[in-house]
């Protein structure tokens, strides 16, 4: 069966230094991987994707996340954080034509100033 | 751009009763997809639309049914409202069913079974 895993349930990073949402997946054949955001009381946003090709992803507000086959991982990078990057942060996972996604059970960012 | 839009925003329900979740998107996307947000277990999949006229379970299907009323429209029955139903339910809409496409949501309607 296809998971995915979000091992973190809360992030905590002062502004300012670099953070890590990690993600992990298994998926059969070749895994399209996204990252979603949710501030509060609002709808999931996308942030970015890997379908193919090279292994950083650069997405929106600064974010990148790394594909490693091997390990089964995309975590999600950001060099500096900001407060305003508190969210909570979801990975998912799809594969094939269906349009279905697995998703993580999220992991909430918590940037201090 | 309104993007996909979500009726209403809360709702309170006594067990048993029986409501319609609408759910409307302006983007010309021919795929839609009802999930459910609890604490601590993401969103998982009820129902979807690949495209107008089709409609397929999803993860957690029972105690739920939907309509794709035209290609902009996707609604969500709850028949007879149970209490494990409380939850954040997201509409979500994308160009076509493939699941490497991105998926656009709706901003959510909170629902208490009481």
């Known amino acids: 069966a296809q998971s995915v895993a979000q091992p973190e349930d809360q992030v905590n990073v002062a502004e300012g230094n670099p953070l890590t949402v990690k993600c992990t997946y298994s998926?059969?054949?070749?895994?399209?991987l996204f990252w979603y955001v949710q501030y509060p009381n609002r709808g999931l946003q996308f942030l970015l994707k890997?379908?193919?090709?090279?292994?950083l992803v650069k997405g929106s507000y600064g974010f990148e996340a790394e594909f490693n086959k091997s390990q089964t991982s995309f975590h999600l990078k950001k060099p500096s954080a900001l407060v305003s990057d508190s969210a909570l942060y979801f990975c998912?996972?799809?594969?094939?034509?269906?349009?279905?996604?697995?998703f993580g059970q999220g992991t909430t960012l918590q940037v201090k100033p | 751009n309104a993007g996909v839009t979500q009726t209403p925003k809360f709702q309170v329900l006594k067990t048993g009763q029986s409501m319609t979740l609408q759910c409307a998107q302006d983007?010309?996307?021919?795929?839609m997809y009802w999930y459910r947000q609890d604490p601590g277990m993401g969103l998982r999949l009820i129902y979807y639309?690949?495209?107008?006229?089709?409609?397929d379970k999803g993860e957690v299907p029972n105690g739920y049914n939907v309509s794709r009323l035209n290609k902009r429209e996707f609604s969500l029955r709850l028949e007879s409202a149970a209490p494990s139903q409380t939850s954040v339910y997201f509409c979500?809409?994308?160009?076509?069913?493939?699941?490497?496409?991105?998926?656009?949501f709706g901003a959510g309607t909170r629902l208490s079974v009481l």
């Open positions: 639309s690949a495209s107008e006229g089709t409609t």
């Open positions: 998912a996972s799809g594969s094939g034509n269906t349009g279905k996604l697995i």
């Open positions: 890997y379908i193919t090709g090279d292994n």
């Open positions: 983007m010309n996307h021919n795929s």
């Open positions: 979500a809409s994308s160009p076509l069913a493939a699941s490497k496409n991105i998926q656009y």
């Open positions: 998926v059969s054949g070749n895994p399209y």
